[in-house]
């Protein structure tokens, strides 16, 4: 029988996970069959609950059920601890486990413009996409890693949860004038509602690059943000939806995708 597998969220229809799992199964010769699950609002642990007894294999989960998934699994990666937070699932004989590839796309992405060793890194934001971001982002010794959102207080939390992995600290927005970074990160949803960060126009340098987790057609509201501050590189995370993919294939399927001429594909159909 073919394994099967899915993404679950609401909403999902958009979702690019089954065209960038299907790329992976080519590729590498796997037959499988991935599909998309819209799970009700308030039916998510009955539906995932569902796909595996059903016979699914293995799903990934997205907006906005990624902590149900850390509360559904019986077994999780460290990864998946440090997050509190879940987007891959699969099911062997110990039971479901879960585990958290978004942090690992993240750098893998990022390490296609530029070496984090060493780097002053701003990460915005102190939610679940930052959280699940900073211990990833620790492993690669960055000289510093802060951690700035509109609620200072969150940040600080967050940095203190994570202080035992690395040089990290949070802050309020208005705290980080003159401070030079090489890289900053956005981790926050303002894009979504299309609103701009407020961030002191001194962050930005021409060599600063600048990545959004989000993506779209153009420039996202906080890449147009950064280029319009004078920033260097604009990134947006088209990259990392396909590394954190590859991620998940890997752990399901054991065999790695080459993630290149798939990005390029992605892009391409943008
Ligand atoms: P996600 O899972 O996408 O991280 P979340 O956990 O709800 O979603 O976190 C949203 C993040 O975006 C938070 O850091 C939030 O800042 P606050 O903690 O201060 O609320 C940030 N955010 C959302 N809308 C924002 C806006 N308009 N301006 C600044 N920050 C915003």
Redesign the pocket.
């Known amino acids: 029988m073919t394994d099967r597998y899915a993404v679950l969220g609401n909403p999902v229809a958009h979702s690019k996970s089954p065209a960038i799992h299907a790329a992976f199964a080519a590729q590498t010769g796997q037959k499988l069959r991935y599909e998309r699950i819209e799970a009700p609002l308030a039916g998510f642990i009955e539906t995932v609950a569902d796909f595996f007894a059903m016979g699914g294999a293995g799903c990934n989960v997205t907006v906005p059920f990624k902590e149900e998934a850390f509360r559904f699994a019986n077994l999780l990666t460290e990864r998946a601890e440090q997050a509190g937070a879940v987007n891959t699932l699969w099911l062997d004989d110990e039971g479901v486990t879960g585990d958290n590839t978004d942090g690992v796309g993240l750098v893998r992405d990022l390490r296609r413009h530029l070496a984090l060793a060493g780097r002053r890194v701003l990460l915005l934001?102190?939610?679940?996409?930052?959280r699940g971001a900073i211990g990833a982002l620790l492993a690669e010794r960055p000289a510093a890693l802060v951690v700035a959102?509109?609620?200072a207080d969150?940040a600080a939390l967050l940095a203190e949860r994570f202080a035992a992995l690395g040089p990290i600290r949070g802050c309020g927005y208005e705290d980080l004038a003159g401070e030079p970074f090489d890289l900053v990160v956005n981790?926050?949803?303002?894009s979504l509602?299309g609103?701009a960060?407020p961030l002191p126009a001194s962050l930005w340098r021409p060599e600063t690059v600048a990545y959004d987790m989000m993506y779209g057609r153009g420039l996202t509201p906080f890449l147009e943000q950064a280029r319009a501050g004078g920033a260097g590189p604009l990134l947006d995370g088209l990259g990392m939806l396909v590394e954190q993919a590859a991620e998940a294939f890997f752990l399901w399927r054991g065999a790695r995708p080459d993630t290149a001429p798939v990005l390029a594909d992605l892009r391409a159909g943008l």
């Open positions: 934001g102190a939610g679940g996409a930052a959102n509109r609620s969150k981790a926050t949803s303002a509602a609103a960060l």
